[in-house]
Nanobody
């Protein structure tokens, strides 16, 4: 069974930085793309970032460009999301997922339970 577990969320202030981590088990981690999505109350799940199986290719949602960085460490089965200059509108539950490299949630077949990020002004 594939299991993804996010960590690193918390309460921060406007302008702060935060680094999320996601650990994976039960799958050949290095063979699949990893993505980060987020969902705020009353809103649809939003694409944040994705990285290909090798780490060579990356893409970001409009809200993340210039502020967030996705990376992975295949030897440790870890994917990260470094978030800088956080804003209140970044407040959401952040989910990691594994599947096919894409900006669409439907391309990912396994998901973590999410970690809450709250940014206060």
């Amino acid at each position: 069974q594939v299991q993804l577990v996010e960590s690193g969320g918390g309460l921060v202030q406007d302008g702060d930085s935060l680094k999320l981590s996601c650990t994976a088990s039960g799958r050949a981690f290095s063979s699949y793309a990893m993505g980060w999505f987020r969902q705020a109350p009353g809103k649809e799940r939003e694409f944040v970032a994705a990285v290909s199986w090798s780490g060579t290719f990356k893409q970001y949602g409009d809200s993340a460009k210039g502020r967030f960085t996705i990376s992975r460490d295949n030897a440790k089965n870890l994917v990260y999301l470094q978030m800088n200059n956080l804003k209140p509108e970044d407040t959401a539950v952040y989910y990691c997922a594994t599947g096919t490299y894409s900006d669409s949630a439907g391309s990912y077949d396994y998901w973590g339970q999410g970690t809450q990020v709250t940014v206060s002004s």
